[in-house]
């Protein structure tokens, strides 16, 4: 599984990015798929994911500002941010994982990762 994550960038403080990660490879739209950040000096942490079935959820710091959407013919999945605050500055990176029990499992699947810069 090969994951390309792009869009990210320099954008002022309330406004928007939408991030993309196209998926090859070893793929299906039953794998569940998330976006993690990594802001300087902190560890990696889950800001989305999204089930097989479409099914999503939210980090509390980005619930009602970030959307994650799939779509299984083009094998994207994109996270649409908006109102960013500067807090939201990281590095993002797709990921490809598993939903079992209710729970986000990672894999070790990841894209690159993209930078977002949030300025205040």
């Known amino acids: 599984v090969q994951l390309q994550a792009s869009g990210g960038g320099l954008v002022q403080a309330g406004g928007s990015l939408k991030l993309s990660c196209a998926a090859s490879g070893s793929m299906s739209s039953s794998n569940a798929m998330g976006w993690y950040r990594q802001r300087p000096g902190k560890q990696r942490e889950l800001v989305a994911f999204?089930?097989?079935?479409?099914?999503?959820n939210y980090a509390d710091s980005v619930k009602g500002r970030f959307t994650i959407s799939r779509d299984n013919a083009k094998n994207t999945v994109d996270l649409q941010m908006n109102s960013l605050r500067p807090e939201d500055t990281a590095v993002y990176y797709c990921n490809r994982g598993e939903f079992f029990l209710g729970e986000y499992s990672s894999l070790p699947y990841w894209g690159q990762g993209t930078q977002v810069t949030v300025s205040s």
């Open positions: 999204i089930t097989g079935g479409g099914s999503t």
